[in-house]
T-cell receptor
Framework: AQSVTQLDSQVPVFEEAPVELRCNYS??????LFWYVQYPNQGLQLLLK??????LVESINGFEAEFNKSQTSFHLRKPSVHISDTAEYFC????????????FGKGTMLLVSP | DTEVTQTPKHLVMGMTNKKSLKCEQH?????MYWYKQKAKKPPELMFV???????INESVPSRFSPECPNSSLLNLHLHALQPEDSALYLC?????????????FGPGTRLTVT
């Protein structure tokens, strides 16, 4: 079975500072990887995904994540955060063969302050 | 149209009430999902429907009763709930079960059981 670890439950940063949210996964087979964002009192939105190809994936709002197979990681980064990026971020994994739904990490709350 | 809609947005019900949550998608997706999300926690899968048939029940208590009347609609019938059932209930859909990793989420229904 696969699992996801998000070690940081909360990450406080100042506006315009860079940020990295860490995600490590465990699986005996190949996986797909995802980052979802949940703004306060809202549902989950897919931020970005890695299915295959380039290991660096980017979102339209400046976030990027890099799939590192040797370190089994998929860390999320942004060079300069905004107040509006304050949200809960969930890393998720799915097996890339057969039927497999999403396994979520526990989430990281990104708190951006002025 | 890549939208999953859920109604109502908020619901307050007593422990003896019967209520229903509704989820709708018009993307032609044939797999639909119900999740329960407690505060500061990741979503927990409850039910999965594939081609209008229940495929997965994650040992959910019988006071939760799902229904998929057609390929676009998913209901969750609630009866005799407990206060600990208060949570955000999320609906999601994917093209089919083989693509269960690529889910689109609705905004959720915030349920409070009094």
């Amino acid at each position: 079975a696969q699992s996801v670890t998000q070690l940081d439950s909360q990450v406080p940063v100042f506006e315009e500072a860079p940020v990295e949210l860490r995600c490590n996964y465990s699986s005996s087979v190949s996986v797909y990887l995802f980052w979802y964002v949940q703004y306060p009192n809202q549902g989950l939105q897919l931020l970005l995904k890695y299915l295959s190809g380039s290991t660096l994936v980017e979102s339209i709002n400046g976030f990027e994540a890099e799939f590192n197979k040797s370190q089994t990681s998929f860390h999320l980064r942004k060079p300069s955060v905004h107040i509006s990026d304050t949200a809960e971020y969930f890393c998720a994994v799915s097996l890339n063969s057969g039927y497999s739904t999403l396994t979520f990490g526990k989430g990281t709350m990104l708190l951006v302050s002025p | 149209d890549t939208e999953v809609t859920q109604t109502p947005k908020h619901l307050v019900m007593g422990m003896t009430n019967k209520k229903s949550l509704k989820c709708e998608q018009h993307m032609g997706h044939r797999a639909m999902y119900w999740y329960k999300q407690k505060a500061k926690k990741p979503p927990e899968l409850m039910f999965v429907y594939s081609y209008e048939k229940l495929s997965i029940n994650e040992s959910v208590p019988s006071r939760f009763s799902p229904e998929c009347p057609n390929s676009s609609l998913l209901n969750l019938h609630l009866h005799a709930l407990q206060p600990e059932d208060s949570a955000l209930y999320l609906c999601a859909s994917s093209q089919d079960l083989a693509l269960a990793y690529e889910q689109y989420f609705g905004p959720g229904t915030r349920l409070t059981v009094t």
